[in-house]
């Protein structure tokens, strides 16, 4: 069974950094395209960051030039490396990968969410 589990929210100062982690587990075919959204209290979820299997990236312009995206494949982890932090950019953080399984259909997995909070 194929799961994502998300790791590095927490509280950070304004114009701090942090780096957060998912690692994809199960027995997996392939894993194609991950991703990062995010969303704050009465919004709608956005999508923070993106990167496919060649490495390419995309970046909404609210992050563009603070935030990193990366992938570590042995490992099946995506990463997105936080910088300058703002406190718009405070929200509930999701993992999300394209997965096909061993078995069954390839579709989008998502993580249960993990908290960025940036204030002074």
């Known amino acids: 069974q194929v799961q994502l589990v998300e790791s590095g929210g927490g509280l950070v100062q304004p114009g701090g950094s942090l780096r957060l982690s998912c690692a994809a587990s199960?027995?997996?075919?392939?894993?194609?395209?991950m991703g990062w959204f995010r969303q704050a209290p009465g919004k709608q979820r956005e999508l923070a960051a993106h990167i496919t299997s060649c490495l390419t990236t995309y970046y909404a312009d609210s992050v563009k030039g603070r935030f990193t995206i990366s992938r570590d494949n042995a490992k099946a982890t995506v990463y997105l490396q936080m910088n300058s932090l703002k406190s718009e950019d405070t929200a509930v953080y999701y993992c999300n990968a394209f997965i096909t399984p061993m078995t069954g259909q390839a579709r989008d997995y998502w993580g249960r969410g993990t908290q960025v909070t940036v204030s002074a």
């Open positions: 199960g027995i997996m075919r392939s894993i194609d395209a």
